[in-house]
């Protein structure tokens, strides 16, 4: 379902989510077929071919053939990507995989579900359109380079779970405890504001109903902080727990990349599956 009005950034958004879940097992995408449910009685074929040539621009970039797919009427717009890659065995990366003493970096600023709330609301301003469309079209292709750092112990995409819940399941696997700082999360600027305001997705309502009893926040957080946290994001960054040693390398390989956000946002050690959050 889209999250943005414009036919065009809501199927270079739709591929980039899609594509995100083969960089985030350290693998390399080679080929994709769309997927595509459109109401063609009442949506412009003008409007479903910018969807079908947005996407296409997106696997342009990630340097892929669309190599066709599957399409039928429906009452919403649905489009997506069967993305399909290769890594080797022995460069594929898990979200299971993390060790005690690891450090965890966040490869993309939080706040998309935020800005998107915001616009459905018509409160989001061209500045933070433009963030909005800059982050969740930018593809986590970096994860291709981690797979190939033995110091990247696992790998995951924040996505609809929310930082939290993605993280929590990466404790889950590993059986360890995550410590983050908030003031060390990398926030998108425009979304800042209006989290303190009170916008952002129902589903990140939801995520805290689910998991938010495993997650030990630091009384002084307040509720926008931790609803941030929780955001629902589309296409967001790559979190990564990595060997302490090898921090530094991990965090150019992003920042060559393009990540600038890209930081340090806590570590793991030894404990029951769990959150605290400073």
């Known amino acids: 379902m889209p999250i943005v009005d414009d036919s065009f950034d809501f199927g270079r958004i739709a591929a980039t989510n899609a594509l995100s879940d083969i960089y985030a097992m350290g693998a390399t995408p080679i080929m994709a ?23 296409a621009s997106v696997c342009r970039a990630a340097g892929i053939p669309l190599a066709g797919g599957h399409s039928i009427d429906s009452p919403e717009p649905i489009y997506g990507l069967v993305g399909i890659g290769v890594v080797h065995p022995d460069r594929l990366k898990k979200n299971s995989d993390a060790r005690a003493g690891d450090v965890l970096i966040l490869g993309k600023g939080l706040g998309v579900g935020v800005l998107a709330q915001a616009l459905k609301k018509e409160a989001l301003s061209a500045a933070g359109y433009a963030q909005l469309i800059s982050a969740t079209t930018q593809l986590n292709t970096v994860g291709s380079a981690l797979g190939g750092l033995p110091g990247v112990h696992a790998l995951t995409d924040v996505t609809g779970f929310g930082l939290l819940g993605h993280l929590l399941e990466m404790c889950r696997g590993a059986g360890l405890t995550a410590e983050i ?91 029951s599956p769990a959150v605290v959050v400073r």
Request: net charge negative; with cysteine; glycine share 12%.
């Open 181 to 271: 700082a908030f003031e060390r999360i990398p926030l998108l600027s425009e979304a800042r504001p209006l989290a303190k305001q009170g916008y952002g997705p129902g589903a990140t309502d939801r995520n805290l109903d689910s998991y938010g009893h495993e997650i030990d926040f630091a009384p002084a957080l307040e509720s926008w902080q931790r609803r941030l946290l929780a955001d629902a994001q589309t296409s967001g960054g790559l979190l990564a727990a990595v060997a302490a040693e090898s921090a530094d390398e991990v965090l150019a390989c992003f920042h060559r990349a393009g990540f600038d956000q890209a930081g340090i946002i806590g570590s793991l050690r030894a404990g």
């Open 33 to 55: 077929l769309a997927i595509v449910g459109m109401p063609v009685n009442t949506l412009p074929l003008a409007a479903i071919r910018a969807i079908l040539d947005g996407g």
